[in-house]
């Protein structure tokens, strides 16, 4: 009986960044646009209006959160650089400190503390692999991890600007075909769900979720939200009509 094939694992640390920001920028604009859409629906039953307001929300949001993105990266970075310049200053002034803290760290996995000696007097002649051991096992920061703020910055703009967009596609049609706006609202609502019940599954590649669980958490948070902006649009007609707008 022929033994069937196990799967090599696949590790996906080094996309985490770049995905958890392609994770944030598309939900926002999914969800954070898409909820400003659907209030404004509930507000006016204005295509044009509602159309406007999502694309003022998708520009806003996208400058903002793209700009965010880039200044708590850059930040990120140079809290890392800093901790970094301190090590290196610690090795080649305290080289005694710094091999004892060595010898501890390997003690704490398991090893003799002979073992733990050799070992640290064996990393300690390279600065380079002293600075590495200290960074994993003190610090406990990893640089190479981290995309560059401008690349975050600006795929946090291009996926929250998408996600901004779909849900605006019916209005925009309907302002030029002219079909019923309630069907342009549920036209939106239902390609809101779908967009996120699509990423959500994909997303399971990273998360290890099943992609059905993936899916629903994606689409159930986008369901609230959604509900929860076209009522508050409803309220706010209720008591701020159109006419009586400026």
């Given at each position: 009986?022929?033994?069937?094939?196990?799967?090599?694992?696949?590790?996906?640390?080094?996309?985490?960044?770049?995905?958890?920001?392609?994770?944030?920028?598309?939900?926002?604009?999914?969800?954070?646009?898409?909820?400003?859409?659907?209030?404004?629906?509930?507000?006016?039953?204005?295509?044009?209006?509602?159309?406007?307001?999502?694309?003022?929300?998708?520009?806003?949001q996208g400058f903002s959160m793209g700009i965010g993105e880039y200044i708590s990266t850059r930040v990120r970075m140079q809290v890392i650089a800093n901790e970094i310049k301190k090590e290196n200053y610690e090795i080649n002034n305290f080289p005694e400190k710094e091999r004892d803290e060595l010898?501890?760290?390997?003690?704490?996995?398991?090893?003799?503390?002979?073992?733990?000696?050799?070992?640290?007097?064996?990393?300690?002649?390279?600065?380079?692999?002293?600075?590495?051991?200290?960074?994993?096992?003190?610090?406990?920061?990893?640089?190479?991890?981290?995309?560059?703020?401008?690349?975050?910055?600006?795929?946090?703009?291009?996926?929250?600007?998408?996600?901004?967009?779909?849900?605006?596609?019916?209005?925009?049609?309907?302002?030029?075909?002219?079909?019923?706006?309630?069907?342009?609202?549920?036209?939106?609502?239902?390609?809101?769900?779908?967009?996120?019940?699509?990423?959500?599954?994909?997303?399971?590649?990273?998360?290890?979720?099943?992609?059905?669980?993936?899916?629903?958490?994606?689409?159930?948070?986008?369901?609230?939200?959604?509900?929860?902006?076209?009522?508050?649009?409803?309220?706010?007609?209720?008591?701020?009509?159109?006419?009586?707008?400026?």
């Open positions: 009986m022929q033994e069937s094939q196990k799967e090599p694992v696949i590790h996906y640390t080094e996309e985490a960044d770049t995905f958890r920001t392609k994770v944030f920028g598309i939900q926002d604009g999914l969800i954070g646009v898409g909820s400003i859409t659907i209030g404004a629906a509930g507000f006016s039953h204005d295509p044009l209006i509602v159309v406007v307001m999502g694309l003022i929300a998708t520009i806003g010898i501890g760290f390997y003690m704490r996995k398991g090893l003799g503390k002979e073992e733990s000696e050799k070992i640290a007097d064996i990393v300690m002649k390279d600065k380079k692999v002293t600075l590495n051991e200290m960074m994993m096992h003190e610090l406990r920061i990893f640089p190479e991890e981290f995309e560059n703020p401008i690349k975050l910055g600006f795929l946090m703009s291009l996926y929250l600007i998408i996600g901004g967009i779909v849900p605006l596609v019916p209005f925009i049609l309907s302002i030029f075909i002219k079909f019923d706006f309630y069907y342009a609202l549920l036209s939106s609502v239902a390609i809101i769900i779908a967009t996120l019940g699509i990423f959500g599954s994909l997303a399971t590649k990273y998360t290890g979720l099943h992609k059905s669980r993936g899916a629903l958490e994606q689409i159930s948070v986008g369901i609230i939200a959604l509900i929860g902006s076209y009522l508050g649009g409803l309220i706010l007609a209720h008591f701020i009509p159109i006419s009586y707008l400026p």
